[in-house]
T-cell receptor
């Protein structure tokens, strides 16, 4: 069964610094898609970024990039130049089986 | 604002009762997904509908059922409610049923409290 693991329950970062949120996945499928969502304290789920298993380049969306290492089965989210508004829960997931990790709570300190 | 609407925002009910959660997808989206988010189980996929037909099933209990209507709105019915059903229930929508590049847009959720 597909499994998504986020090993960091909580992370702290200083404003304007970069931070990496870890995500590993376990699948035997050849074709799959990985994504990240952000959930602020208000509760809504906001789509951030997507990476397909056949994409040769790492996905980027503004300050978000996905460090995709297929051999290691990792899809880490990198947030550059952190802002106070980045404080939220971040969820990694897989599209085919619609499985999410437990999430990482990011706190950005001023 | 994702364009996905969910009603009600909050719901408080008692054990043994039945409730219906409603979702309207983004304009043009044919696929609707339901998720449950609880503190102990995290975010779990329940069920997906595409253009009125059930497309995929996740960890949905037999006490729960859903449907998608011709106007594409969807309802999630929860019956014989238990304390453990207290959670945030999300609806999400996407254009296509199972494209690996299909972004799901989430609604604001319905917070259910079972007392």
């Amino acid at each position: 069964a597909q499994k998504i693991t986020q090993t960091q329950p909580g992370m702290f970062v200083q404003e304007k610094e970069a931070v990496t949120l870890d995500c590993t996945y376990d699948t035997s499928d050849q074709s799959y898609g990985l994504f990240w969502y952000k959930q602020p304290s208000s509760g809504e789920m906001i789509f951030l970024i997507y990476q397909g298993s056949y994409d040769e380049q790492n996905a980027t969306e503004g300050r978000y990039s996905l460090n995709f290492q297929k051999a290691r089965k990792s899809a880490n989210l990198v947030i550059s130049a952190s802002q106070l508004g980045d404080s939220a829960m971040y969820f990694c997931g897989e599209y085919e089986k619609l499985v999410f990790g437990k999430g990482t709570k990011l706190t950005v300190n001023p | 604002d994702s364009g996905v609407t969910q009603t009600p925002k909050h719901l408080i009910t008692a054990t043994g009762q039945r409730v219906t959660l409603r979702c309207s997808p983004r304009s043009g989206d044919l696929s609707v997904y339901w998720y449950q988010q609880s503190l102990d189980q995290g975010l779990q996929f329940l069920i997906q509908y595409y253009n009125g037909e059930e497309r995929a099933k996740g960890n949905i209990l037999e006490r729960f059922s859903a449907q998608q209507f011709p106007d594409l709105h969807s309802e999630l019915n929860l019956s014989s409610l238990e304390l453990g059903d207290s959670a945030l229930y999300f609806c999400a929508s996407s254009v296509a049923p199972s494209s690996l590049q299909e972004t799901q847009y989430f609604g604001p959720g319905t917070r259910l409290l079972v007392l």
